[in-house]
């Protein structure tokens, strides 16, 4: 029993040790473990560029519009429709001046003629009786003119009188004034050397729109054998309101734009004083130049007119782009775009007024300018 006391202490004196070993070695291994790293706050996310490079080759393979910006008044700007009709001149109906047969055609739709150059033939009896008249008239002027020299002869050696010398003369400038006005006439007709057609002549350079020439045909004077119309010389007509009207005055700057979205600066020329019976509406005619427009188009035309609606700049409303929450125009520069934030203060019309960001000079993109948006936002993804 003794000895079983004895032990009992001797063990609960290891089991104790054990457990302060225990103990402080947990106490050591809390010491020496290193604590692990704090977590470090996420990177913050890179903004995207603010340059795209785009080469001009992409321009037109893009189809993306550039736009000069220039100073312009929202309120005063004026938007309508209009076409694209040929100016004075710069359209010729062609007509056969007497009836006739068409013999010669020598052009055809689409071909080019320069002004003076001969298109057709046209056989006519009208012509031989014109080309009649006319030789019969410059037959009777030689004879005046020969009886005229001798009657001077006499005259000055004495075998005959001064009045018939006078008299002579008289005939001789009547019969040079009949020949004259005889060959006016030919000259009128399109009479050909031959005498026997007239020929049909383009007073204009330019192309031939239409031919409705065909050979073989009896034609009357006044039947339209071709038409043609030089390109260059065309006009807009723009049809406004009473109260716009009022508004423009001559001279006043403005925009054309075609189908295809291409604008073209032009000028006012004129405001008619009346308005149009059937439209109750003014038409305003634009001078436009160096344009790709063709007679018949229909157009959009943006004109300043007099009033008031704030200073600042009018771009197209596809030129302003949302990038970030804000409002956005690309610029641009040697080989490539910039972003450049902008402040639109209104948007008419598919037009927008900028008022702060923008200088006068600078060309934005406008047409397409959503392209540029997406390869800024690409390449911010791919960073």
């Known amino acids: ?122 056989e006519s009896r009208d012509a031989a009786l014109v080309a009649g008249q ?33 008299t002579a003369r008289a005939q001789a400038d009547a019969a040079r004034a009949e020949a004259a006005g005889a060959r006016a006439a030919a000259g009128a007709a399109r009479v050909s050397n031959d005498g026997r057609s007239v020929t ?5 350079s330019g192309r031939i729109t239409a031919a409705p020439a065909v050979l073989g ?5 006044e039947s339209e054998l071709f038409r043609v119309a030089d390109a260059r010389a065309i006009q807009i007509e723009v049809a406004v309101s009473p109260q ?3 508004q423009i005055s001559v001279g006043a700057a403005a925009t054309v734009r075609n189908a295809a979205g291409s604008d073209f600066p032009a000028v006012v020329r004129s405001v008619t004083p009346t308005l ?31 009033a008031s609606g704030g200073a600042g700049f009018i771009v197209p409303d596809e030129a302003i782009q ?16 910039g972003v450049r934030p902008v402040v639109v203060a209104k948007r008419s019309g598919g037009r927008a007024l900028v008022v702060s960001g923008l200088k006068a000079g600078e060309t934005v993109a406008t047409r397409n300018a959503f392209l540029l948006k997406a390869e800024i936002v690409k390449g911010g993804d791919e960073e």
């Open 1 to 122: 029993m003794a000895i079983r006391s004895a032990a009992g202490p001797r063990n609960l004196l290891l089991g104790v040790a054990a457990v302060a070993l225990l103990g402080a070695g947990f106490g050591l291994a809390k010491l020496t473990t290193k604590a692990p790293p704090a977590p470090t706050a996420a990177p913050a996310a890179e903004t995207g560029p603010v340059e795209v490079k785009v080469e001009d080759a992409y321009l037109k393979v893009s189809n993306i519009g550039l736009q000069t910006v220039s100073a312009g008044d929202f309120g005063g700007q004026i938007q309508a429709s209009g076409s694209v009709a040929a100016a004075p001149g710069g359209e010729a109906v062609l007509t056969a001046h007497s009836a006739g047969t068409v013999m010669r055609v020598f052009k055809r739709i689409g071909e080019p003629v320069r002004a003076g150059e001969t298109l057709a033939l046209v």
């Open 134 to 166: 006319r030789g019969a008239a410059e037959a009777r002027a030689a004879l005046a003119v020969s009886n005229l020299a001798r009657e001077k002869t006499l005259f000055e050696q004495g075998v005959t009188s001064r009045q018939d010398f006078e």
């Open 200 to 204: 049909v002549i383009s007073p204009i």
């Open 217 to 221: 045909a009896f034609v009357q004077p």
């Open 244 to 246: 716009d009207a009022a």
């Open 276 to 306: 149009n019976p059937e439209t109750r509406s003014a038409t305003v005619l634009l001078t436009v130049s160096g344009a790709a427009l063709v007679p018949g188009e229909a157009v959009q035309a943006i004109i300043t007119g007099q």
């Open 322 to 337: 949302s990038m970030g929450g804000r409002d956005v125009v690309f610029v641009r520069t040697a080989g490539a775009f």
